[in-house]
Structures are given as structure tokens and as C-alpha cells.
Nanobody
Framework: QLVESGGGLVQPGGSLRLSCVAS????????IGWFRQAPGKKRERVLY????????VYADAVVDRFASSTNNAKSTVYLQMDDLKTGDTAVYYC?????????????????WGQGTQVTVYS
């Protein structure tokens, strides 16, 4: 129900744009989240988007480097990632829910994409 794309290989300082399509139930969604999981680490939230008012919350590790945008006509949310670092290497997931999510834990999100690999190599 959520489909991500746009991952790939990039050198430090490079950019990628991830897409998350949520077309089947977009009118009912309240929030979108972008998460990432590096090998051996817990999945962490990098961005929370409230579809109700457009507000966003970025993780400290990505603020000023990552930015979100939406294309309502295509039911797509984008994650623009600039100035990528080796520490950004992870599988990136988008998640969605019909309710607001309190906190950064991934447990409460109902809908998940399959993930897309981002690798930053030097």
C-alpha cells in the first residue's frame, strides 16, 4: 500500500530523492513518517509529516540536510536528501497512519513500505 523508490549509491556530499506513493487510501491518512534502519541498529525516525497541517519534525541528524515535499495529485511524498554522509547509509522506509503518532517509536505506525536502500560510500 506504500511504495518507496529512489534509493541508490552516492558519494559523500551527494544527493538523492526518495519517493513514497500512498495512493490507495490517501484521503484518510493523518501522518507520514520516514524511517531508516542501518545494519545492526534499531529503526529510527528521520521525519514526521502531519498531513493535516503540513507541519514537519526532523531528526537532529538530518535537519538542514533533508527536506520533504508532497505532490497531492500523485499522492506522493518526497524526501530530498542533500549533503549525504556515510552515516546516512541505511534502508529507508516510509510509514503512514490515520491517526497522529506521539513519539518517535516505529511501533504505532500501521502502514509500511518495503524499503529502499541508500548507500553512501567514500
Amino acid at each position: 500500500q506504500l511504495v518507496e523508490s529512489g534509493g541508490g549509491l552516492v558519494q559523500p556530499g551527494g544527493s538523492l530523492r526518495l519517493s513514497c506513493v500512498a495512493s490507495e487510501f490517501t484521503p484518510d491518512l493523518y501522518a507520514i513518517g520516514w524511517f531508516r534502519q542501518a545494519p545492526g541498529k534499531k529503526r529510527e525516525r528521520v521525519l514526521y509529516i502531519s498531513l493535516a497541517d503540513g507541519s514537519t519534525v526532523y531528526a537532529d541528524a538530518v535537519v538542514d540536510r533533508f527536506a520533504s515535499s508532497t505532490n497531492n495529485a500523485k499522492s506522493t511524498v518526497y524526501l530530498q536528501m542533500d549533503d549525504l554522509k556515510t552515516g546516512d547509509t541505511a534502508v529507508y522506509y516510509c510509514a503512514a497512519d490515520r491517526l497522529p503518532i506521539i513519539g518517535t517509536d516505529d511501533f504505532f505506525w500501521d502502514y509500511w513500505g518495503q524499503g529502499t536502500q541508500v548507500t553512501v560510500y567514500s
